[in-house]
């Protein structure tokens, strides 16, 4: 088991690196035009500044090379003028990464201005977990409510609203729903906010009784769409154990129905529908990318999005860095869990 | 996962409701593809995005068929391209009359009308624009003369409702009404009964002479569009466009990027988990390690960075979802192959000496095939609602009217706080149903090959 477990931290820790890897391999060259472009700029706006230096050259080419001196410099300064590929400086990056220094953002600050990735993921989580993870807790106890219920009545009403529901609320997508409900219950009856982050500041202590408010809208249209499948999958799972002979037999000895689905099914379906909650937690951590831009949700989503369109790499590692690692962790987790719950499956991971 | 054969699939497939729901629903929509491609010509699908070929439509109209449920009906936005003719010659004068008759039944004053035409002359003729009301009451609106040409040319020009000179002309008959004028638009003055500014419903006849002497013109085009805020059977955006035609073009592209994403990931996934299943040993584990890689991706924000950095055009997409499309059948496949692997006519096989190419091609995928269809149609749907989404982050194609472009551009004008419902409401129904109808065919499939989900 020990020997497993390490073999397991040691494959995941590799595809962390290989992520990452990745990652600067695709954002690297275009982030290395921006910071370049840059750094022109604000060599070109501090000599407009201090129209001086300008005034001090006699020729118009020593002037340009004083610029092209100084932008080289800055460049040197910085590293740039090695290609990101060079070695030393993916190393030094991936080194830096390891002891999870991820240093600061080039664009990006957080809201009380701080331009330290740590400082910026850390604002944004919270606010992430508020929203996703409780829904997702919300989703999966309706969902197994529902599920158990229909499954202790197969082929009734409520177990047929169940299933279609499920089918016919998985094929739509979650953001065109926020779209629409923020259209009815934001504009047409102005019942919650349009946008999802508060006006006013963090500090002041109205703050949090702000954001419950504002989160209201995304939470109701992420459960409406998220509990259908759950409900579905919970059914099936409860479906298939229902068949197993040692439920026949409490049938048999006269055990109630509802004590038999609530008691036995439940606790036998237990090992995948845990296994399904761990990563649906995890997967909850890095939002719904597409949902925060719809309702405007201050979070980790929304913080990758943008980070992506201005091309801000390190917040992009830094995010991916989280959500890789979350979700490795969760698998990994799942499959322990799994493996206890589940005996069968532990004599194949022992191995 | 048994060994079906593909008739009894067949049989049980057409058993089920939901198989046949699902068929039904792409049918039609496939239906629909093929009309579109074949009726709409392939232009209004390249001029999606020039604002020039929609300018004769109305801004963000909402759709005709609301009328039907309104009592006090919304102006339709009209453009009449088929004026009457009528060529009288006295002498040495030529007129050419061009009629439009407009039923006007409608409960609000138009926006404003538009006559714009194409007119070959020589000479300097004289072009009138008047209009006779339901009330007999005959309104000049126009008159002016086409610049002089010596040659034969082609004179393009459109009058708009908001020309200082009709509102000039109209204020000189401003006996004809029993109140103040002056501050009104024009068609407000035109549509409104004498004695107060209400509007009058009926027959309006828009006429445009032209009189020329010893010449004869020759129209090549002539259009009235009167402006109303009601048009087509989904109405229009911000841009002008007919949504009606992005809707439809969208219906062929949803298509094809569900189907060649599905159906090359099935493909390659399935290649991929049975050679590596049917190897074992090493191949499998460092297959399997790749796989890993892969599917520890967060696919979306990858997805994003790729489109970002590379290229966001439709086919590169497609692409890029079918990366991360094959990874979770990847796994099944090869877990099946492996079961597989253990009977008795494969391991026979392999005593025979089959080469492996043989093997996989001709025992293990066969057996996989049941499997293959199913996540075929179960894959669609994701790939569907993945470029929306994408495209409506704004990541799209933009040459494309794809259904999540449009939702873009909904966002963008901000149709919700608008209240421009007809432009957020439809493209999401279709995503919705194009999806349902997968769904339902991979769930009737599913349940076929995997029969412990069925009761």
Redesign the interface.
């Known amino acids: 088991m020990k020997k497993y477990i390490a073999t397991r931290c040691v ?1 995941m820790f590799g ?2 690196l ?2 990452l890897l ?2 600067i391999m ?2 690297g060259s ?1 982030m290395d035009t921006i910071l370049k472009q840059g750094i022109v700029f604000q060599v070109r706006s501090e000599i407009i500044e201090n129209p001086a230096i300008g005034e001090s050259f006699s020729s118009v080419k020593d002037f340009e090379a004083f610029i092209q001196d100084r932008t080289d410099e800055r460049i040197k300064h910085l590293g740039l003028d090695e290609p990101w590929y060079s070695p030393q400086r993916i190393g030094l990056t991936m080194y830096k990464i390891i002891l999870l220094d991820f240093g600061q953002a080039t664009f990006l600050t957080s809201d009380s201005g701080s331009s330290d990735v740590k400082d910026i993921i850390l604002e944004k989580l919270p606010r992430t977990i508020l929203l996703f993870t409780s829904a997702t807790i919300i989703i999966s106890i309706i969902g197994i409510f529902v599920g158990a219920l229909s499954a202790s009545k ?1 082929g009734s009403i409520i177990d047929r609203i169940t299933s279609s529901f499920a ?2 609320s ?4 979650v ?3 926020g ?2 409900m ?2 009815l219950f ?3 009856y102005q019942i919650f906010p ?1 946008r999802a982050t508060p006006d006013i500041p963090a500090s002041s202590p109205e703050y949090l009784g702000a954001l419950l408010y504002h989160m209201t809208l995304p939470l109701i249209t992420i459960v409406m769409i998220g509990f259908g499948s759950w409900a579905y999958l919970v059914r ?1 799972f409860m ?2 154990i229902m ?1 197993e002979d040692f439920i026949m037999a409490k049938k048999t000895m006269g055990i109630n129905q509802s004590r038999i689905t609530y008691t036995h099914a439940l606790k036998n379906a237990a090992p995948p529908i845990i296994t399904i909650l761990a990563l649906s937690l995890s997967g909850s951590l ?1 939002g ?3 949902t925060e ?2 309702f405007d949700w201050p979070g980790m989503g929304r913080l ?2 943008e980070a ?2 201005v ?1 801000d790499l390190p917040v ?1 590692i830094g ?2 860095y989280i ?2 690692v979350f ?2 962790v969760s ?1 990994f987790i799942a499959d322990l869990l799994y493996g206890y719950f589940d005996p069968r499956i532990r004599s194949s991971t022992d191995e | 996962m048994s060994n079906i054969t593909p008739q009894e699939i067949k049989k049980e497939f057409l058993k089920s409701k939901m198989g046949i729901a699902g068929i039904t629903i792409l049918t039609i929509l496939i239906s629909i593809s093929i009309i579109t491609i074949i009726i709409i010509p392939v232009e209004t699908f390249q001029e999606w995005n020039n604002p020039g070929s929609w300018i004769t439509y109305p801004k963000a109209a909402i759709p005709v068929w609301i009328n039907l449920f309104l009592i006090e009906k919304i102006p339709e936005h009209r453009i009449l391209t088929e004026p009457s003719i009528q060529k009288i010659s006295n002498n040495e004068i030529n007129l050419s009359s061009y009629q439009f008759d407009i039923n006007y039944n409608y409960d609000q004053f138009p926006n404003d009308f538009i006559y714009s035409y194409l007119l070959e002359y020589s000479g300097s003729p004289l072009l009138q624009m008047s209009v006779i009301r339901p009330d007999g009451i005959k309104l000049e609106l126009i008159s002016t003369s086409l610049p002089y040409s010596n040659l034969k040319i082609i004179h393009n020009d459109r009058i708009f409702s908001t020309d200082a000179m009709i509102k000039k002309e109209l204020i000189l008959q401003s006996e004809e009404f029993k109140f103040k004028i002056d501050n009104l638009s024009v068609e407000d003055i035109i549509f409104s009964k004498t004695e107060s500014n209400e509007l009058l419903k009926g027959d309006y006849i828009f006429s445009i002479n032209v009189y020329e002497v010893n010449e004869e013109s020759k129209i090549v085009e002539s259009n009235l569009i009167i402006g109303g805020k009601a048009f087509g059977i989904m109405g229009t955006d911000e841009l002008r466009r007919d949504l009606a035609i992005g809707l439809l073009w969208g219906t062929p592209l949803a298509l094809f990027i569900g189907l060649v994403v599905s159906i090359a990931s099935v493909i390659m996934g399935l290649m991929y988990g049975v050679y590596a299943g049917f190897k074992g040993k090493k191949t499998d584990e460092t297959m399997m ?1 790749f796989n ?2 892969l599917y ?3 696919a ?3 997805l ?3 489109s ?3 290229s966001n055009s439709i086919f590169m997409m497609v692409g890029f979802l079918m990366i991360f499309g094959w990874v979770g059948i990847a796994k099944v496949a090869r877990s099946m192959s492996l079961q597989i692997k253990t009977r008795g006519y494969v391991e026979a096989a392999t005593m025979m000496g089959q080469k492996d190419s043989k093997m996989i091609l001709k025992h293990i995928l066969p057996q996989l095939l049941p499997y293959a269809f199913a996540s075929v149609a179960i894959s669609v ?1 994701a790939a569907i ?1 993945t470029e ?2 994408l495209s ?2 704004g990541l799209g194609d933009p040459s494309f009217p794809t259904w999540g472009q449009i ?1 873009h551009d ?2 963008t004008f901000g ?3 608008r ?1 421009l ?1 007809w432009w ?2 439809p ?2 129904i279709m ?2 149903i194009t ?2 109808a997968f ?2 065919i991979g ?1 009737a499939l599913d349940a076929i090959v995997n029969p ?2 069925k ?1």
């Not at chain 1, 998985?170 to 997508?173: G, N």
């Open positions: 494959t595809i962390l290989i992520t990745i990652t695709l954002v275009n197969i089918i016919i998985s094929s739509f997508p953001w065109w729903i779209m629409l923020i259209f934001a504009f047409t349009a099936n479906v298939g068949q890095g719904a990318i597409i831009a719809v990758y999005f992506i369109t091309m992009i995010a991916t959500l890789t979700f490795l698998v | 390690r890993d890689v520890a991706l967060p979306l924000p990858f994003i960075i790729l970002v950095t590379i749907p609602t929306a989404g409506f982050l939702l909904a966002n149709a919700a706080a209240g419902w957020i409401v493209p999401g995503i919705a999806g349902l769904v339902f769930n412990k989900l009761r």
